[in-house]
């Protein structure tokens, strides 16, 4: 239930948001400029220079490069020179690449995910006293916001895009059964910048999701308010129910009470049928 209600409030403020947007103003989409035949020059270029590197592979690192290549971030003489210069055609240049990667990725998410999870604390946690908009301020604030939208402009993404590119999930589906442990790592690698979000909608929806923790985090039922259908007290003055995993476990608590259990898990159910 806590994961639906976060989906709907998520969906709801970026449906209102860009609404509103578009009834404002229409903004350009920035999009690729490299052409095809820039993109068939480059392939042949490589293949002309090194005959034995597989093709399929180049082909699809070229073209995702491709696509998420901005003009902001060069020419298509220059996209053609990186191409050349960066694609790795040694399988061993190509493991130590990607161990170099996967060990960067993991220092770069590892700690963000930890400055994440203590900047929510005072909201997910008791011991910091009441919730204060300092506290959901820096609960919303998500330090790896710019990660990927950096990583475009300093072209380590292009490094990975060009020679760790993406499979489809029918790709994957169809080819992952030959695959081992290191071609599944190489094409989960290349999962990582398959699309260029701006960091602004990232932190959108950053706070978006820590307003939704919070409306759900604050969301208590006051069970010692509640009546049976029968106009009985089921609950001990002043008990006070977070949804929803305290009324989960306050339901599975009643089954040891043969006397009143049942009547408790009933009157739960209804209130949980309620819960906005």
Not at 157 to 172: D, G, Q, W
């Amino acid at each position: 239930m806590k994961s639906l209600i976060k989906i709907a409030l998520i969906l709801t403020v970026f449906i209102m948001a860009s609404c509103a947007q578009n009834a404002s103003q229409k903004q350009e989409i920035a999009k690729s400029t490299i052409s095809q035949s820039t993109i068939d020059k480059v392939v042949a270029n490589i293949m002309d220079e090194s005959p034995d590197v597989d093709k399929a592979r180049l082909e699809r690192g070229v073209k995702q490069t491709a696509n998420l290549w901005f003009p902001e971030n060069g020419t298509e003489e220059e996209f053609t020179e990186f191409c050349k210069t960066n694609f790795i055609t040694n399988s061993e240049a190509r493991k130590v690449a990607y161990n170099k990667i996967a060990r960067n990725f993991e220092i770069l998410y590892g700690h963000f995910n930890k400055v994440s999870l203590e900047l929510l604390e005072p909201l997910h946690l008791t011991g910091y006293g009441d919730i204060t908009p300092v506290d959901q301020m820096f609960g919303a604030y998500s330090a790896g916001a710019h990660l990927q939208s950096d990583f475009y402009k300093n072209k380590i993404a292009y490094i990975i895009t060009l020679n760790f590119p993406e499979y489809s999930l029918a790709e994957k589906n169809e080819l992952g059964a030959k695959w081992n442990r290191e071609e599944w790592a190489y094409a989960r690698l290349g999962d990582y910048f398959t699309a260029r979000v701006p960091a602004s909608l990232k932190m959108k929806y950053s706070e978006t999701e820590t307003a939704a923790d919070i409306y759900i985090a604050d969301y208590n039922i006051f069970a010692g308010q509640l009546f049976s259908e029968a106009g009985e007290k089921l609950f001990p003055e002043g008990l006070k129910l977070l949804s929803h995993w305290n009324i989960r476990d306050e339901i599975k608590s009643n089954y040891a009470d043969k006397e009143h259990g049942l009547d408790k898990q009933r009157t739960l159910y209804r209130v949980m049928k309620r819960i906005v």
